[in-house]
C-alpha cells in the first residue's frame, strides 16, 4: 500500500503557543487529504478535507481560525493548532488519496499535548 | 439509525479460530467498502477493500460483501494474538463526496 508519513510523531507544547503538523505521501501524488483527531477509547472524528491548491473545507463544529491547514502540493499537506490549549490535547492523523483511487491510507498521527 | 453499524464487541476469540466481524451500512448506493485495522495508540492501517458482492480472499483475511442485504464482514482464519485491535469499516456513502464514513470499531481480542 501506499506510504503516508507524518511529523512529528510526538509534541508538547505550553498553552498558547502553536503547532505545525506536517503530513506526506511518500509515494504518490495526494489530491485529497484529510484531517482526523481522535480522542482516547473514541471513534475518528474527521476535522476537514483539503483538496491540493484549494481551501480546506472544515466539518462543523471545527474552528478553520484555530485548525489551519494548508495543503500546497500533492505532496505535502500541514495542520497548525494556533493557539493550543489543553483541550486540544489529542492525537491527530492525516490520511491521503490519489485522484483515481478509492483507497485511504493513513499516516501514523502525531500526539500533542498541551500543557 | 447509525450510517455505518458494527457491535462494538469486546469480541473474543481463542487462537488460532475465526474471527467474524460484521458491519451492517444504511445507504443502497454504496458502492466501496474497506476494513481497516487500528492498534491501541495507533493510527489505521488499511487491510482490505472490496468493491464487488462476494468474497475476497487475502491471506488469512476474507472480506464478504452483501449489498443487497447492505452488509459486509470480515473472517480472520487462524487468529493470532497479534490480531487483537480494533477493527473499523468504512463505506465511501452515495453523495459523500468521496469521504469515508467509518463505523464505530469492533474491539477483537485473540486469547492465547
Known amino acids: 500500500g501506499a506510504v503516508v508519513s507524518q511529523h512529528p510523531s510526538r509534541v508538547i507544547c505550553k498553552s498558547g503557543t502553536s503547532v505545525k503538523i506536517e503530513c506526506r505521501s511518500l509515494?504518490?501524488?495526494?489530491?485529497?487529504m484529510f484531517w482526523y483527531r481522535q480522542f482516547p477509547k473514541q471513534s475518528l472524528m474527521l476535522m476537514a478535507t483539503?483538496?491540493?491548491?484549494?481551501?480546506?473545507?472544515?466539518e462543523q463544529g471545527v474552528e478553520k481560525d484555530k485548525f489551519l491547514i494548508n495543503h500546497a502540493s500533492l505532496t505535502l499537506s500541514t495542520l497548525t493548532v494556533t493557539s493550543a490549549h489543553p483541550e486540544d490535547s489529542s492525537f491527530y492523523i492525516c490520511?491521503?488519496?490519489?485522484?483515481?483511487?478509492?483507497?485511504?491510507?493513513f499516516g501514523p498521527g502525531t500526539r500533542l499535548t498541551v500543557t | 439509525q447509525k450510517e455505518v453499524e458494527q457491535n462494538s464487541g469486546p469480541l473474543s476469540v481463542p487462537e488460532g479460530a475465526i474471527a467474524s466481524l460484521n458491519c451492517t451500512y444504511s445507504?443502497?448506493?454504496?458502492?466501496?467498502f474497506f476494513w481497516y485495522r487500528q492498534y491501541s495508540g495507533k493510527s489505521p492501517e488499511l487491510i482490505m477493500s472490496?468493491?464487488?458482492?462476494g468474497d475476497k480472499e487475502d491471506g488469512r483475511f476474507t472480506a464478504q460483501l452483501n449489498k443487497a442485504s447492505q452488509y459486509v464482514s470480515l473472517l480472520i482464519r487462524d487468529s493470532q494474538p497479534s490480531d487483537s485491535a480494533t477493527y473499523l469499516c468504512?463505506?465511501?456513502?452515495?453523495?459523500?463526496?468521496?469521504?469515508?464514513?467509518f463505523g464505530s470499531g469492533t474491539q477483537l481480542t485473540v486469547l492465547p
Open positions: 490520511s491521503a488519496r490519489d485522484r483515481l483511487g478509492y483507497e485511504q491510507y
Open positions: 509515494d504518490f501524488q495526494a489530491t485529497t
Open positions: 483539503s483538496n491540493e491548491g484549494s481551501k480546506a473545507t472544515y
Open positions: 445507504d443502497r448506493g454504496s458502492q466501496s
Open positions: 472490496i468493491y464487488s458482492n
Open positions: 468504512a463505506v465511501y456513502l452515495s453523495g459523500s463526496a468521496r469521504q469515508l464514513t
